[in-house]
C-alpha cells in the first residue's frame, strides 16, 4: 500500500525553527513530485511548498518564501520541510502529499494529490 508520512511538527517559539518530513512507503518519491500543504483552524488548505520529481523544481507560496526550504533525501525516501522564522500565522496542521503525475512548478501548488498523509501540527507561540 502506499502512503506517505508526516513528522516533526511541534510547539515552538516565534522566529524558531521546525523541520516537517514525508516519509514514503511502497514508492520512491525521487518519481514523484510532492508537496507540502497546511490548513489552520478555520481556514482553507494552502499549498505551500512543492518539489517535482527528481527533484527537479522546487516552488513557494509567498507566505513563506524565504523562510521556509523543501528538500529531498533519496537514500532515506525522505521530504524535508525546513521552516525557519516561523511566525503565529504559521500555526496550522502541515500535510504532505504526493502524486506520479508530472507537474509543472506553476501547477504544483494547487493541483490535486494522490496520496496524503494524516498530518502534523506545527503551533507557533510565545
Known amino acids: 500500500q502506499l502512503q506517505v508520512v508526516e513528522s516533526g511538527g511541534g510547539l515552538v517559539q516565534p522566529g524558531g525553527s521546525l523541520r516537517l518530513s514525508c516519509v514514503g512507503y511502497?514508492?520512491?518519491?525521487?518519481?514523484?513530485?510532492v508537496a507540502w500543504f497546511r490548513q489552520a483552524p478555520g481556514k482553507g488548505r494552502e499549498g505551500i511548498s512543492c518539489i517535482g520529481h527528481s527533484g527537479s523544481f522546487t516552488n513557494y507560496a509567498d507566505s513563506v518564501k524565504g523562510r521556509f526550504s523543501i528538500s529531498i533525501n533519496d537514500a532515506q525516501n525522505t521530504v524535508y520541510l525546513q521552516m525557519n522564522s516561523l511566525k503565529p500565522e504559521d500555526t496550522a496542521v502541515y500535510y504532505c502529499a504526493a502524486t506520479g503525475r508530472v507537474l509543472s512548478q506553476e501547477m504544483c501548488l494547487s493541483t490535486s494529490y494522490n496520496y496524503w498523509g494524516q498530518g502534523t501540527q506545527v503551533t507557533v507561540s510565545s
Open positions: 511502497g514508492f520512491s518519491l525521487d518519481y514523484f513530485a
